[in-house]
């Protein structure tokens, strides 16, 4: 088996955010590998701290947000060719901003309109990375512009790059932010809900797009999204996070075939599914918990229906499943009571597995 090579690796970080109501703990012992040309996808609800953790890889947190402790080891190649490993934590912003961000580690935000200049022309928006990073000659930044263009499947791309976003529709305006991330040739593409503000044939579209250039570039990619059914088109590795923990990892078929954690089963029942005989769509029961005040054990308990006694007073570890397989729950401890998933969860698994073998 050849080696793989690990680009990214982030080991217990965690981050607060100081706020008028007090200190709010948004990320708790994070940790979390990307190799060489993988796709990762960090996945849970709104709040669960999925954007934070990728912010403070690129030195973007914002201003009351302190890293508390932790690292984010980033390995790359730098202009003279020689590998570099970098703990972003400890670098300074300025720094991240001049050597990393753009040139290797470029991020695809949720809403093109609030990613573009409405003032500023498609062409020299995209230009200007490459400009402010390797002071490329204007005609030549310009041409990359215009293939950069038609790489993301834009027409016309020398008419367009006169345009202004205004002149632009939603799906074309995230062809023009992933264009823009593509500029400096960065080797990790962090995609924070990409296709969000878009229908669903755009979407499919993107994903699509997307695809196509990591293979053909090579890309490592992180995508932020709480749409499992995006997660099951793109991603190698999944990485499930509730209230500022990965409380299950594995590749994409042990998450969605054999998933162990209640949240995991929530999140998959709550996915719109055509074949169930259910008319009602499943909603994880309570709310997330507020980040202000933390309670002991394990966050997800209030709205666990498998809670156990020892889930009000401790933490869960990640339990081991299998070689890539983790789960964050005391449902996986040897003296647990022997819990299965739901039986609708069950039978969608099964017909999901009969559908993928088809």
Known sequence: MEQRERILQIRDLDISFATAGGSVHAIRGVNLDLFRGETVALVGESGSGK????????GILASNGKINKGS??????????EKKTV??????????????NGK??????????????PTMQIGKQIMEGMKHHYNTPKAEAWSKAVRLLELVGITDAEKRMKQYPHQLSG???????????????????????????LDVTIQ??????ILNIQKRMGLSVIYITHDLGVVAKVADYVNVMYAGRIVEKGTIDEIFYDPRHPYTWGLLSAMPDLDTDDERLYAIP??????????????????????MNIDDRLDPPLFQVSPTHYAATWLLHEKAPKVEMPPELKARIERAKKEAQK
């Open 87 to 100: 703990d972003l934590v400890k670098m300074p912003k300025k720094e991240i901003r001049r050597q990393i």
């Open 286 to 307: 309570g709310s997330p918990p507020n980040l202000m005040h933390e309670r002991p054990g394990d966050a997800f308990a209030p709205r666990n229906v498998f809670a």
């Open 72 to 81: 984010i080891l980033y390995t790359y190649t730098d202009e003279r060719g």
């Open 171 to 197: 799906g074309m305006r995230q062809r023009v932010v992933i264009a823009i991330a593509l500029a400096c040739d960065p080797d990790l593409l962090i995609c924070d809900e990409p296709t969000t503000a």
């Open 51 to 58: 954007s934070v953790t990728m912010k403070a890889a690129m």
């Open 204 to 209: 499919a579209k993107i994903l699509e797009l």
């Open 104 to 117: 290797h580690i470029a991020m695809v935000f949720q809403d093109p309109m609030t990613s573009l200049d």
